[in-house]
């Protein structure tokens, strides 16, 4: 059997800066924002250096929109990724269809984001409306986070995120 030894592997500026900061999740804004530092030059105040980024409970939330908001297989390197709530927009609106909703919710986020614990989701059928809410109280243990709530859509319109704190 061979051994395999990694040298020189130094952590990014930005990681160790995300660490000194105190932050122990990362991730790319979700509306792709530009983000803007100082550029340390005379007379010139910031440059842009980078999508805006979010961190700790942000970053859990934007991995969640993108969980959500994906379709499996349209993730390249990861073809499982995703909800495929796509298959439930103009069926319609039920009950039945609601707790099966909840099911493949409940199913997909806890095998695709591990750091989620979801304590509570309700889908709730607004037949009339043709639409579906869906109320998600989760944690993030490893933030010491409980209590988060999500509060979204489902609708012809597609997938909307209404709420998040």
């Known amino acids: 059997m061979s051994n395999i030894v990694l040298r020189n592997l130094e952590k990014t500026e930005s990681i160790v800066n995300s660490v000194k900061l105190g932050y122990l999740y990362k991730d790319v804004a979700f509306d792709l924002e530009m983000a803007y530092t100082p550029s340390g030059e005379f007379e010139k105040k910031y440059d842009q250096k980078d999508l805006k980024p979010s961190y700790d409970k942000e970053a859990v939330l934007t991995a969640l929109k993108n969980l959500f908001t994906t379709t499996p297989g349209q993730k390249l390197l990861n073809p499982q990724f995703g909800i495929d709530l796509r298959r439930f927009l103009f069926d319609p609106v039920s009950e039945t269809r609601a707790f099966i909703i909840g099911n493949k919710i409940y199913e997909n986020v806890s095998n695709q984001e591990p750091r989620v ?26 933030l010491n986070l409980y209590g988060v709530s999500l509060t979204s859509s489902l609708n012809t319109d597609g997938f909307t995120i209404t709420d998040a704190n």
Do not use: G
């Open 117 to 142: 614990e979801i304590q509570d989701i309700q889908v709730t059928a607004m037949i009339d409306d043709q639409e579906y809410i869906i109320d998600l109280n989760l944690s993030v243990p490893t």
